[in-house]
């Protein structure tokens, strides 16, 4: 057993180094330019450690970027005010705009989206009942609604946030009226 402990454990930490030394290469260089071999010589693990644990570098983004939203759905699905489930969104975007204004210049905003999107659609299902809307007319409304929520954030963040929260929150709400 202290054999699995200690794999799982050097498991843990590669995923860390490769994920913390992705995120900060990020910061300089966009994810297209990146290689693995460039993540793997900053995180100071082999290319066959990297492959053990991920397929791509988008894979490692992922895996650090989807708990962090399933987060904060899960608590803004269990909100019983519909105000409190913006506000816990704004926050959302608010604490990780560092993060989406790296994923813009690093040009992998369309990974983030994808991730939203999948959160906002499994929101809908489990808060919002449609009964008469399967098929197509769910889909389109999922994408209606997830893509514009989420370019609204996108576009303060890259003009760098100079209207109010409250005036992002109110444009957000009025998708929800």
């Not at 799982?8 to 992705?22: A, H, P, V």
């Not at 990297?50 to 970027?65: C, G, K, P, W």
């Not at 929520?149 to 009025?174: A, C, D, H, P, Y």
Request: proline residues 2%; without cysteine.
């Amino acid at each position: 057993m202290a054999a699995t402990e200690h794999a799982q454990t050097i498991r843990k930490d590669t995923k860390e180094w490769i994920t913390g030394s992705l995120l900060g290469l990020l910061q300089n260089k966009p994810l297209s330019k990146l290689t693995i071999s460039e993540v793997v010589k900053k995180a100071g693990v082999s290319r066959m450690a990297f492959y053990r644990n991920y397929e791509s570098l988008e894979q490692v983004l992922e895996e650090y970027y989807e708990p962090k939203f399933a987060d904060i759905f899960h608590k803004i699905a269990f909100q019983t005010s519909h105000q409190q489930k913006l506000t816990d969104l704004t926050n959302f975007f608010l604490a990780l705009s560092g993060d989406f204004q790296t994923a813009i210049e690093g040009g992998y905003t369309e990974l983030l989206y994808q991730i939203f999107k999948r959160h906002i659609a499994q929101f809908y299902d489990e808060i919002i009942p449609f009964p008469d809307w399967t098929g197509a007319k769910r889909d389109y409304w999922i994408h209606f609604m997830s893509a514009g929520v989420f370019e609204i954030w996108v576009m303060w963040i890259k003009n760098g946030q100079k209207e109010t929260l409250e005036e992002i929150s109110s444009l957000i709400r009025l998708f929800h009226k």
